[in-house]
């Protein structure tokens, strides 16, 4: 944590999925997906309920709620560890 003139401002690599993207998962596996196994840090329920709606998240914010001093984080990048695996194996 660095502490600012404005405050007290964090910084670190977060994991970010939403919900319809697990579940997505486990309908093209044929079995239910728990979302553990993705290990995220924090859980989405868009209210777009769209599968792979975070490959659209990539440069954008995402707000956790509507007030002005609502937590937001920036979406830098997509998690390439999980993509490579996805290539190693074959899939898209």
Do not use: K, Y
């Not at 486990?26 to 309920?49: E, K, M, Y």
């Amino acid at each position: 944590m660095m502490q600012l003139n404005h405050g007290i401002f964090d910084e670190a690599s977060i994991s970010v999925i939403a919900s319809d993207t697990v579940r997505e998962i486990g309908r093209l596996a044929g079995r239910s997906a728990d979302v553990r196994r993705f290990r995220p840090n924090i859980v989405v329920r868009s209210t777009r309920a769209v599968p792979f709606e975070e490959d659209q998240w990539l440069g954008g914010v995402l707000n956790f709620g509507e007030a002005d001093d609502a937590p937001a984080v920036t979406v830098t990048m997509r998690d390439v560890r999980c993509g490579h695996r996805r290539q190693r194996r074959g899939l898209r």
